[in-house]
């Protein structure tokens, strides 16, 4: 498809009636990363910056992914669950840029958008590789952020806006949605590659083995949905910030650790991690091993800008799917 990402002078009335007449664009950079939604970064004449998001279908690079129907992962993206999620991590003292302005009716682009605080552009996970003396103190506080949201408990598992409206499914076990979902992402990718569809009885037998071992739980946590330290922000203060979280949903906090622990790896017990179930645990690892070889292979086969980076993160786990089975 053809994308056309906003350009400078379709902001000149957002900059005008958000920071007055006087104020003037100097600066729009589109920021790389994104794949869902476009993220920019304006630049006002006062020398202040704000960040802009934009849910359009031409910043969208994801085609259509394999669904299990009452899977709360699915279509993580749009203005309505960022508000929604953007008000819940607020109320429970997780620090995420501060909101402006939100728009859903087309006032200054045919996009929802919203813009935000600009809390800088150091991420986490560079400050962990560069410095991690100074990466303890927002490793700590994102811990403790953590640890509020991860007590944060609900009756119900799906999306905030979801659960608001009513219309989160509730008639199956959160584990029972993974073991459908791996099973998706599994067909989908053996379509793909000889290998996995080789392997992809024995890779099944696996995750049905995982499953069983998982006993019921009906209390669900608040979780990010795929934290890593390329999700948070470092303030110059030292402040962790929480990004991307259009994710955000109640479910089972292992969802949350399995991710954790892949993304942080020797980090991680910095984050003070709550208690966890071992067995529901591991099938959620295995299931999001498998969901980070379809998800990079689906993408890989569009106009995505970094398909190689994609093609290299299945290949690594494919290597680790295959060698679990």
């Known amino acids: 498809m053809t994308r056309t990402f906003v350009q400078a002078e379709q902001l000149h009335d957002l900059v005008a009636e958000q920071f007055g007449s006087h104020s003037r664009l100097t600066g729009l950079e589109r920021l790389t990363g994104g794949s869902k939604k476009g993220v920019y970064r304006l630049g006002l004449d006062d020398q202040k910056t704000v960040i802009l998001y934009v849910w359009a279908a ?3 690079y994801w085609p259509p992914s394999p669904t299990v129907p ?8 749009g203005a309505e669950l960022f508000a929604a999620n953007h008000a819940a991590l607020v109320a429970a003292g997780v620090r995420v840029p501060r909101l402006i302005m939100l728009d859903r009716d087309g006032r200054y682009l045919d996009a ?3 813009l935000l605080e600009d809390a800088g552009a150091l991420r986490l996970e560079t400050l962990i590789e560069r410095d991690p003396a ?11 952020a953590l640890r509020r949201m991860h007590t944060t408990f609900g009756p119900r598992y799906g999306k905030l806006a979801a659960i608001a409206h009513g219309e989160a499914s509730q008639t199956r076990r959160t584990e029972d949605i993974i073991l459908d979902r791996a099973l998706g992402h599994l067909d989908a990718a053996a379509a793909r590659d000889p290998r996995l569809s080789a392997a992809r009885q024995r890779i099944a037998a696996h995750l049905h083995h995982l499953h069983v071992g998982v006993a019921p739980r009906r209390e669900y946590a ?8 390329d999700h948070v922000l470092v303030t110059p203060s030292g402040e962790p910030v929480m990004i991307d979280i259009e994710g955000l949903t109640y479910f089972d906090v292992e969802w949350e650790h399995a991710w954790l622990q892949m993304r942080f790896g020797e980090a991680y017990p910095a984050l003070h991690p709550v208690d966890l179930d071992l067995d529901r645990l591991a099938l959620y690892r295995y299931a999001q091993v498998l969901s980070l070889i379809e ?10 800008p970094d398909r190689r980076w994609m093609r290299d993160l299945a290949e690594w786990n494919i290597s680790k799917a295959l060698a679990a089975i």
């Not at 009452?70 to 993206?77: G, I, R, Y």
Request: negative net charge; proline residues 9%.
């Open 222 to 229: 608040l979780v990010h949905g795929e934290l890593g330290p």
């Open 58 to 60: 031409g910043e969208n």
């Open 70 to 77: 009452d899977d709360p992962f699915t279509d993580a993206s």
């Open 295 to 304: 998800g990079p292979l689906r993408i890989a086969d569009t106009d995505f």
């Open 134 to 144: 100074a990466a303890a103190a927002p490793l700590s506080a994102l811990g403790d």
């Open 112 to 114: 929802d958008m919203a």
